[in-house]
């Protein structure tokens, strides 16, 4: 479908295919070359864009709704991020992510899930991916000023631009709008 997509524009709302980042790019022309969907990820360094994060989402309905346990749910997540964006940063921003919503699922405020987000163990993730996520998991990401939060389309700046605004914000409209003003990848941001 992703091939239908990249070629024909297919289940594109105006038969147009555009802002495709370049990570997932290569991961679907790896795909389109016979390379197995879990090996078509890339793992460099500078292939941490938020490509992965964005799809991420229906997990956490899935592990709530098949009661996974930590592990697992860390393992679906590797394996739904590494057919785009396998280097272990996006894999825990999505890790992270999923985790969140999880709470949120299961009644948490936004605060308390924020807390308790903190509180997983990410001790699974390599020291790098842990030290790229140090201010939203050590330090309280709600307090930043809006001048330094980035709404780039690296992961990292993605998920700490999503957070800001679901905890410095009151609703869905605000949020959106919110996004809007910070600039840069509103889409990705607006959406998660």
Not at 41 to 63: F, K, W
Request: aromatic share 10%.
């Amino acid at each position: 479908k992703w091939l239908e997509w990249i070629n024909e524009a297919k289940y594109t709302a105006n038969n147009e295919t555009f802002d495709v980042g370049r990570t997932c790019l290569r991961a679907i022309r790896n795909f389109s070359l016979g390379t197995e969907p879990l090996k078509c990820g890339l793992d460099s360094e500078v292939s941490n864009g938020n490509g992965s994060l964005m799809r991420i989402l229906p997990v956490a309905y899935y592990a709530i709704e098949n009661k996974l346990k930590d592990f697992e749910v860390l393992e679906l997540v590797k394996k739904l991020s590494s057919i785009t964006h396998a280097h272990d940063i996006s894999i825990m921003g999505c890790y992270i992510y999923t985790r969140l919503v999880m709470f949120l699922l299961n009644g948490k405020d936004k605060y308390s899930a924020y807390s308790m987000t903190k509180c997983v163990d990410y001790t699974m993730c390599s020291e790098e991916a842990q030290r790229a996520y140090e201010r939203l998991l050590k330090e309280d990401i709600a307090k930043c000023k809006m001048k330094d939060i980035k709404s780039s389309g690296y992961v990292v700046d993605t998920l700490e631009a999503c957070l800001w605004l679901i905890l410095n914000t009151e609703n869905y409209k605000e949020a959106v709008i919110g996004a809007i003003n910070l600039g840069e990848d509103t889409d990705t941001i607006g959406a998660l």
